[in-house]
């Protein structure tokens, strides 16, 4: 039998306070050094969460709230989407919009960066994801997505990218797996709405969050569940889950202001953790950092406890 996993201290190290509504998810910078959080304030905020800094404050464009951002690798820009249907691209240093991506019709619920950076993906109440060249220069030039994934019946909650796949999850219960390459698509019917999407380091699991209050570790090649996580709550929000660095364990907020760690293999919750004062819409962790972001407006900072 191998160690138990290091759960973080089951008390944060520190609180980054200074959104004054909800936070709605939490990055970091690809480095860990930094991490940017989105809020219903309609803003976006760039903290050093080590030191408990808040170094800037990016607003404007948004007059709805900010539901995700996507940075990129060198840490000199950044997407944001949200409510109010917007796509921007920023300049990090001087807090200006390069770029507008116009299309969606509905909220924009999710944005990530596809392989080398080329494409822009979007998720979207409207049914759609969207596929953003990102080597044209200006808005206006390659304008519109120069892919729509149209596929999903209701609105699409969450997207990702690895590889030459595109997954995204949807109001639907369907989990849609796009070969870019191939022209492929795969469709998982989870039957619940799906709400948060990631992939383990290695490319070779899918962990999914429906708002049922399950959490799924699934084998990307095959689609078979192989393991459940139960016991938080989450049937209204859009609530992220993400395993640790390690791959030993399985964290997800929860809807009644906890967060939740589990086992990987064997899918026992190990210990949760009731340090916001409302539920737990984000989660993400960086080596031995972990943040996590609430309803209360709240980004906690927690620390893992070393191999030795």
Known sequence: MGDPPRLPATAPEKTLEGHSQSVLSVTFTKNGRYCMSTSQDKSIRLWNPHSG???KTYTGPHNQEVNDVAIWDDNSRFASGGGDKHVFLWDVTTAQVIRKFAGHDRKVNAVALGPEENVLLTASGDKTVRVWDLRTKSSNGGRGAIQV??????????????????????????LRRYDI????????????????????????????????????????????ELACYK????????????????????VSGSEDN????????????????KEHGGPVFGVEFFEDTMLTAGADGL???WKVPSAC
């Open 53 to 55: 800094v808040h170094v």
């Open 149 to 174: 994934l149209d596929d999903a019946k209701d609105g699409v909650l969450c997207v990702c990218a690895a590889g030459d796949e595109i997954v995204a999850g949807s109001v639907d219960g369907a």
């Open 181 to 224: 390459r191939k022209g492929r698509i795969i469709s998982d019917e989870l039957l619940q709405p799906v709400g948060s999407v990631s992939f383990s380091d290695d490319g070779k699991c899918i962990l999914v969050s429906t708002l049922d209050h399950t959490v799924r570790l699934m084998e990307r090649d095959t689609g078979n």
């Open 231 to 250: 016991g938080h709550t989450n049937q209204r929000f859009k609530v992220r889950s993400t395993l640790d660095p390690t791959n030993s364990y399985v």
């Open 258 to 273: 906890r967060v939740c760690f589990w086992d990987l293999v064997e899918g026992k919750m190990l210990a949760s953790s």
């Open 299 to 301: 980004i906690k900072v």
